[in-house]
Every structure is written in C-alpha cells, then in structure tokens.
C-alpha cells in the first residue's frame, strides 16, 4: 500500500486516485464486515453496524451533496489543517498519518450512540484517514504543493465515499 501512496511508479492523476480509493475500500470494509461478523458472533444484533442517521438529511439529493462533496472538502481541510499543526513536532510520515488516523478515526465514533456502534465506524475509518493522510503527505513532498496534496486527497476521500452511496442508490432501487 505504501507503494501506492508515495507514487514511487508514475502513474496519471486519475488512475493514482483509483488505486488509492481502493487501498482505502478495500481494507476498511474487510475491517467493517471483520468487526460486525465478531459481534454478532457475540450476541450483538447486526443493526448495530447501521450507517448513522446523521448520515443523512433524510432526502437523497441533499445526502449525495453531504456524503461526496461537503465532507470530503471540509474533512480534507481539516485533515490539512491538522497535519500543519503535527508538522511542527515531527515531520515523519508515519507518525503524521498515525495520528491523523487516530485522531479523525475517534472523532467519527461519536456518531455512535453505543460502543459497538462507536468501534465498529471508529475502526474502518481509521483506515480511511490514514488513507487519505498519507495520499495529502505523499503529494506536498517533493515537487507538488499544498493545493496538489489537498485535491489529491480530496478526490480520493470523494470517490471512497461512492461506497455508502451506491450501496444506498443500489438498495433504494432494489428495495423500492
């Protein structure tokens, strides 16, 4: 995965958003379903693992708008924000995305309103933002500003959340 994130292989803009969509989908929907079969197995009900309500605004226009462009532009931000504050005590890559993992993985627990609920988005997430961390870090190094590592990670935070809402356009047009 580190491959992926430090561009060592030249590859175009969109086909790195790609891949690194997928070092991000991949593994935290493996950890999601991983953490949702193992509680299950202990008793707890699948509705547990339900996508938060404050998901969604309860219309699916306004939920496509929250999910694919307000969060991935103002999470990405403040994932920018917070690796310029980190730099200022270590500018080493894993400890800068460690810590944004961590730190954006815990803030989304609170949406859940039980510790399972709370585990069970903390963890995937966590995923995700080291994803997206390490997509922002690998893009402001070298020749590549600011503005490039933003958008880079922005895309990438984008397309991963296709997930949820293709799974929610899929289910709406099979449930009805």
Same mark, same amino acid.
């Given at each position: ?17 790609? $891949?690194?969509?997928? %070092?991000? !989908?991949? =593994? ?6 991983? @953490? &949702? /079969? ?5 008793? $707890?009900?699948?509705? %547990?693992? !339900?996508? =938060? ?6 219309? @699916? &226009? /306004? ?114």
């Amino acid at each position: 995965m580190w491959a992926v994130l430090t561009r060592e292989d030249e590859r175009s803009r969109p086909v790195y958003v790609a $891949y690194a969509t997928a %070092a991000a !989908a991949v =593994p935290a929907n493996l950890l999601a379903l991983l @953490l &949702a /079969a193992s509680a299950t197995a202990l008793g $707890y009900p699948l509705e %547990a693992f !339900a996508i =938060p309500e404050t998901y969604s605004w309860g219309n @699916l &226009a /306004a939920d496509v708008f929250l999910v694919l462009l307000f969060a991935p532009i103002v999470e990405t931000g403040l994932v920018a924000i917070f690796l310029f504050i980190l730099r200022a005590f270590s500018s080493r890559a894993v400890w800068l995305i460690g810590m944004t993992a961590v730190v954006f993985g815990l803030s989304h627990s609170l949406l859940g309103d039980t510790l399972v609920k709370q585990i069970g988005h903390a963890v995937p997430t966590m995923w995700a933002f080291a994803v997206y961390a390490g997509v922002y870090v690998a893009w402001t190094r070298g020749e590549h500003d600011v503005t490039m590592g933003y958008t880079m990670a922005t895309l990438t935070h984008a397309c991963y959340n296709l997930v949820p809402v293709g799974v929610r356009l899929i289910g709406s047009q099979v449930v009805g």
